[in-house]
């Protein structure tokens, strides 16, 4: 029985803050984007994250992976920062950095849907990567979804992408805490079970809370991401004044629960004159 999920989100391949090969990427018409140094340091922390802290969290055992939306920048909000307009480059490129991911957990891959404006209005260029990779089908027969309701032994865990934002830190745990109370008042209408941890990502900051449960606790987090500021970023008080949250999550089954791991960096982009 496999004992463990590993869950990251927001991937953004396609911008120039967000995570490219070190080797670069290649662009259609022959040419060749070389990554910044923001890049190269999420490339050593994309690194750690998969050679050393997954294994570690995981003792070496088997995991699934589940990537929960927004692998591409997509062509948005008449934004610049794409090193390629071109979504079919931020495709390819998706494919290259996720294919030993996809081997490493052996075909265990889970591709969720992010945001329409990233990634095509009903998903299509998720659903495009999920299926060059290989992912795992949905019982209508999708490589990429919207969400997803994964059992872990006799717990379950739900994923989907998006969740409320907030521009201020004292609130942020505010639309998380809504989240899996909305499944309580769900399950009590109409007579189901909530489940046992929630992941939400699309705002690109970690946050989990726990709450307790007959049976152990209920637990909801937001996943870190793998892109640093975007200049819309420095519209918004609480990301202006922060750092970038780089990182990953682990949902472990254990002998009474499911107990969760936060795997977090952050990259500071504030300059020192």
């Not at 995570?19 to 994309?46: F, R, T």
């Not at 081997?103 to 060059?132: D, L, P």
Request: aromatic share 8%.
């Amino acid at each position: 029985m496999i004992r463990n999920i590993i869950v990251f989100s927001d991937t953004h391949i396609g911008c120039r803050l967000a995570l490219c090969h070190p080797d670069g990427a290649s662009v259609d018409g022959g040419g060749h984007y070389k990554p910044s140094a923001i890049q190269l340091e999420i490339w050593k922390v994309w690194r750690e994250f998969w050679d050393e802290w997954v294994p570690r969290a995981c003792n070496g055992e088997p995991f699934i992976v589940v990537n929960n939306g927004d692998t591409v920048d997509g062509v948005h909000h008449h934004s610049t920062t794409q090193w390629s307009h071109n979504v079919h480059d931020q495709r390819l490129h998706a494919e290259l950095l996720l294919e030993p991911i996809v081997k490493a957990c052996k075909g265990r891959y889970y591709h969720i849907r992010g945001t329409e404006a990233h990634v095509g209005q009903s998903g299509e260029y998720e659903e495009a990567i999920a299926k060059s990779l290989g992912a795992v089908k949905d019982s209508q027969g999708r490589y990429a979804r919207w969400e997803l309701m994964k059992k872990l032994g006799k717990y379950n865990a739900h994923f989907t992408h998006h969740i409320g934002v907030t521009s201020s830190s004292a609130h942020e745990s505010s639309a998380v805490n809504a989240e899996i109370s909305a499944f309580f008042t769900n399950a009590g209408r109409i007579g189901t079970r909530p489940p046992d941890v929630v992941v939400r990502s699309h705002r690109h900051r970690c946050i989990e809370v726990r709450l307790p449960s007959e049976g152990g606790y209920k637990s909801v987090f937001t996943t870190a991401a793998w892109q640093a500021k975007t200049p819309y970023v420095y519209r918004i008080p609480a990301g202006r004044t922060g750092s970038s949250q780089i990182g990953g999550s682990l949902i472990r089954l254990g002998d009474e629960e499911l107990h969760t791991r936060h795997f977090v960096k952050d990259i500071i982009s504030i300059e020192e004159e």
